[in-house]
């Protein structure tokens, strides 16, 4: 069965200043996708950033980039330029894509709290 | 405007109380699920459906049912039998061609 780890319960970084947060993951299929959502304070859980298996190329959106590692299962998250408004819980996902029947079942870490400090 | 809407909002269940959560999409998606999340956790699955009229158990569906009759809505009822009913649902759906999940707002349920 696929797992997803997230190490570091509570991160915290000063405005403007970069944050790596990790995620480890567990899988024996070869394609699958991975992601990195947001969940500030509102509790609406919002994509930040996807990133395929089979892609080498890390994916980049504006601020966030990921440095994806398939052969250790390493998938963590790099904001730059931390604003106030990144402060949020991050969850890291997986979903595998094996078979026919891809039911697109995400299975998630158990979350990095994130808080940036003024 | 396209979106995916849960009600209500909060909802309170007494001892022995079956209560539905509501959730409903406008982005003729195909695929919907239902997730729950607790204090300090990850979510997890609960039932998720790929068609109308069909849909399958996630990781933790005791004490849940579901019903999908049309391709809009994805109820869940949290039934007497699901001993520890308290957290945060979340809904979310997603296209058949597309990897992405999009989540609606959340309902938390509280136990009287």
């Known amino acids: 069965a696929q797992t997803v780890t997230q190490s570091q319960p509570e991160m915290s970084v000063q405005e403007a200043e970069t944050v790596t947060l990790s995620c480890t993951y567990d899988?024996?299929?070869?394609?699958?996708?991975l992601f990195w959502y947001k969940q500030p304070p509102s509790r609406q859980m919002i994509l930040v950033i996807r990133?395929?298996?089979?892609?080498?190329q890390n994916a980049t959106e504006n601020r966030f980039s990921v440095n994806f590692q398939k052969a250790a299962k390493s998938f963590s998250l790099k904001i730059s330029d931390s604003q106030l408004g990144d402060t949020a819980m991050y969850f890291c996902?997986?979903?595998?894509?094996?078979?026919?029947?891809?039911?697109?079942?995400?299975?998630f870490g158990q979350g990095t709290t994130l808080q940036v400090k003024p | 405007d396209g979106g995916i809407t849960q009600s209500p909002k909060y909802l309170f269940r007494k001892e022995g109380q079956n209560v539905t959560l509501s959730c409903e999409q406008n982005?003729?998606?195909?695929?919907m699920y239902w997730y729950r999340q607790d204090p300090g956790q990850g979510l997890r699955l609960i039932y998720y459906?790929?068609?109308?009229?069909?849909?399958q158990k996630g990781d933790i569906a005791e004490g849940y049912s579901v019903s999908r009759e049309k391709k809009e809505s994805f109820p869940l009822t949290v039934t007497s039998a699901q001993k520890n009913p308290t957290a945060f649902y979340l809904c979310?759906?997603?296209?058949?061609?597309?990897?992405?999940?999009?989540f609606g707002p959340g309902t938390r349920l509280l136990v009287l």
């Open positions: 979310a759906s997603r296209t058949g061609g597309s990897e992405t999940q999009y």
């Open positions: 899988t024996s299929e070869s394609n699958y996708y």
């Open positions: 990133q395929e298996a089979y892609k080498q």
């Open positions: 996902a997986f979903m595998g894509t094996h078979g026919s029947s891809n039911t697109g079942k995400l299975i």
């Open positions: 982005l003729n998606h195909d695929a």
């Open positions: 459906s790929q068609i109308v009229n069909d849909f």
